[in-house]
């Protein structure tokens, strides 16, 4: 059914063979799956005889969430930066799509297994670890609870025993690890990651009233605001993908686009 409905939404039409060649099912189970999704959304849909599909209607609306814009584009995304990767996808017709060439960062299938049995088991890892405040690196007790990813690279968060706190520590600076045995379940213990805050962000002050309006039109702001929620242990990344870290501050208006609202409340939760 959502296959269906991804196909109408995205091609403007669907036949039997669209299901046959997808799902390798037999043409008269197609034809069964198409009157039930006629069932499901009658006014979704309409058979051209001439063409023999069946087309999306002008009044077709989604039924299912991952008939979104957002998951075709990202779709569409994941499949011109690595065609070669078999993603699950329902695409058929695509659009040409470009997109600006993402750095690729080593990333270790061993050491993201152990990490991943570790976060399952509520067990502990000893691993190498390199950063660059340590570039000789050196050995670490880690006990992880959750992959994190801020928009670049992917960390695992952990309670290091080490530094006795929970820290977020890249992958690709995890030389070695091995899972090393029980330990107990932590998330609960770590306060920033459980702590969700509220960040709220306004057009950049800097810019002329139509171009805040123009910005308020682009994030589908309300009052002239939104709220994002994030949690208080990802609040730097966040920051730094919107250009609202101290380091990007003297950028020009343009550029930044946005302003914290709530800045010295983000800022304290920052400095402890």
Not at 251 to 270: F, G, H, W
Request: negative net charge.
């Amino acid at each position: 059914m959502e296959f269906i409905d991804y196909r109408l939404r995205w091609d403007g039409q669907i036949n039997r063979s669209s299901l046959t060649d997808f799902f390798g099912i037999s043409v008269p189970q197609a034809s069964l799956d198409i009157t039930e999704y006629g069932k499901l959304a009658e006014n979704n849909l309409e058979y051209d005889t001439r063409a023999r599909v069946y087309r999306a209607t002008d009044t077709f609306k989604a039924v299912f969430r991952s008939t979104s814009v957002e998951r075709y584009l990202d779709d569409l995304l994941r499949v011109a930066v690595q065609p070669e990767i078999p993603y699950g996808n329902f695409l058929g017709w695509q659009s040409p799509v470009a997109a600006v060439p993402k750095l690729g960062r080593r990333l270790n299938a061993d050491v993201v297994g152990e990490i991943l049995r570790a976060i399952r088991e509520k067990g502990y890892v000893e691993v190498f670890y390199q950063s660059l405040t340590d570039p000789e690196g050196g050995e670490r007790r880690l006990s992880p609870h959750a992959l994190v990813h801020d928009g670049n690279r992917w960390h695992v968060r952990a309670y290091c025993h080490k530094r006795q706190a929970f820290r977020d520590f890249s992958l690709t600076r995890i030389k070695y690890c091995k899972y090393g045995g029980q330990d107990r379940e932590r998330a609960d213990e770590d306060y920033a990651w459980n702590t969700i805050v509220d960040v709220v962000l306004v057009p950049h002050p800097g810019l002329s009233s139509a171009q805040r309006q123009l910005i308020e039109a682009d994030f589908l702001m309300e009052q002239g605001e939104m709220h994002v929620e994030c949690r208080r242990a990802l609040l730097l990344y966040l920051l730094f993908q919107l250009n609202l870290n101290d380091d990007q501050a003297g950028q020009k208006p343009e550029v930044i686009q946005l302003a914290l609202k709530n800045r010295d409340e983000i800022r304290a939760l920052l400095q402890h």
